[in-house]
Nanobody, 121 residues
Framework: QVQLVESGGGLVQAGGSLRLSCAASGTILSISAMGWYRQAPGKQRELVATITSGGTTTYADSVKGRFTISRDNAKNTVYLQMNSLRPEDSADYYC???????????????WGQGTQVTVSS
């Protein structure tokens, strides 16, 4: 199956930056897209940014101009560079991978365990 390992979360002051990383491993056949979602306490999970295998990106309106998603296809790794962080960006950030695997040929979504981002005011 596909496993996702996230890193880079932490505590940062408002206006600061963090870079999240998510590496996919396991029985991967093909990755269609990877992305980041976030969930704050008491809130629903929301899309932050996605990037397809071809490099097409999407962003939530709230992060456009501040966050940048990128991929290293050779490493099956996706990054999220977060600049000008605001307290409202505080959440658990989850990596998503849309892929097929050797044990599951159907396109499926795989999720990381989450990494916490806290932005202090």
């Amino acid at each position: 199956q596909v496993q996702l390992v996230e890193s880079g979360g932490g505590l940062v002051q408002a206006g600061g930056s963090l870079r999240l990383s998510c590496a996919a491993s396991g029985t991967i056949l093909s990755i269609s897209a990877m992305g980041w979602y976030r969930q704050a306490p008491g809130k629903q999970r929301e899309l932050v940014a996605t990037i397809t295998s071809g490099g097409t990106t999407t962003y939530a309106d709230s992060v456009k101009g501040r966050f940048t998603i990128s991929r290293d296809n050779a490493k099956n790794t996706v990054y999220l560079q977060m600049n000008s962080l605001r307290p409202e960006d505080s959440a658990d950030y989850y990596c998503n991978c849309r892929a097929t695997s050797y044990t599951n040929y159907r396109v499926s979504d795989y999720w990381g365990q989450g990494t916490q981002v806290t932005v202090s005011s």
